[in-house]
């Protein structure tokens, strides 16, 4: 088994959104009032090569996203910005590696945000799976207001719903074996949305933690501190415990989407450690 860390161009983002200021709605209108912006940040999309198929987690950001600068949407147009070539996005990427896209047999969406789905268009062919609650959340006019962009789903996307049993896996409440080794599984991560999951990927005694959003970085993650855009504060503070948790009780290396540590801890299996500089004093327990 091998896991990429494929980088589908750069996003800059307000520094309130990444280190959430105050609470509620404060917090979350901190992020457009701030006017301070991040450096560009990659956005990581991974493809493990499994040897049931190729499972692709997450699809990046697409081409599309350059027009947001333009959006009437006050999120878009003020406090987001990409920067993204055709060929870096995740179907000409995967071709550099030698995989046909429709080679890959699933795809998994931590959420549909617009820097999570924007690469959809690659695969038409495989099978797309969703949480069934993160899709109507996005879908429509409503997702539209929430800054979801359901207008840029290809007309063909028609995702399966992925359903999490509830079946504890580690210190998470609901998961599903994505594969028939088990050694794949969705778990459920809720917080920066309200039905945001994570992809676990077991390989030779370490687990891959595939995060999506629960945080911009492992720093983040260790010390509990939410992000500046996340639904439910209380409840991303618990996914955030429930990681440090499962670190503690197995070796893990942590992936979140924007981490520009990422790819380097991936390609060095570079461990979750909670008593080094980075340590927020022990993991919550539930
Ligand atoms: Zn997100």
Same mark, same amino acid.
């Given at each position: 088994m091998k896991i990429h860390a494929i980088q589908t161009g750069f996003v800059r983002i307000k520094t309130a959104q990444v280190e959430g200021r105050g609470v509620g709605l404060r917090r979350r209108l901190a992020v457009f009032t701030d006017s301070h912006w991040t450096e560009w940040l990659p956005t990581y999309a991974w493809v493990v090569e499994h040897p049931e198929g190729v499972i692709v987690v997450d699809t990046g950001q697409g081409t599309h996203l350059l027009q947001t600068a333009t959006s009437l949407h006050p999120y878009m147009r003020w406090e987001v910005r990409f920067r993204i070539a055709p060929d870096q996005e995740l179907g000409p990427q995967l071709r550099a590696l030698g995989?046909?896209?429709?080679?890959?047999?699933r795809v998994v969406l931590t959420h549909l945000h617009i820097d999570h789905d924007g690469g959809l268009a690659h695969f038409p062919r495989s099978e797309i799976l969703v949480s069934r609650g993160e899709l109507q959340a996005a879908s429509g006019w409503i997702g539209r207001m929430r800054?979801?962009? *359901?207008?840029?789903? *290809?007309?063909?996307f028609n995702p399966v719903s992925l359903d999490l049993a509830p079946e504890a896996y580690g210190p998470f409440a609901a998961s599903k074996r994505l594969t028939s080794a088990g050694d794949v599984v969705a778990v459920a991560t809720p917080?920066?949305?309200?039905?945001h999951v994570s992809v676990l990927v077991e390989n030779q005694g370490i687990t891959y933690f595939l995060a999506g959003d629960t945080s911009y970085t492992q720093r983040l993650m260790l010390a509990g501190h939410v992000d500046g855009v996340c639904i439910d504060e209380t409840v991303a503070r618990a996914t955030l415990g429930a990681i440090r948790h499962l670190a503690v009780d197995r070796p893990t290396v942590y992936l979140p989407t924007h981490d520009p540590e990422s790819a380097a801890r991936l390609a060095n299996r570079s461990l979750v450690k909670q008593n080094g500089s980075e340590g927020s004093g022990g993991p919550e327990r539930f």
């Open positions: 995989i046909a896209p429709h080679d890959v047999t800054g979801y962009l *359901p207008n840029r789903w *290809p007309s063909w917080g920066h949305t309200a039905h």
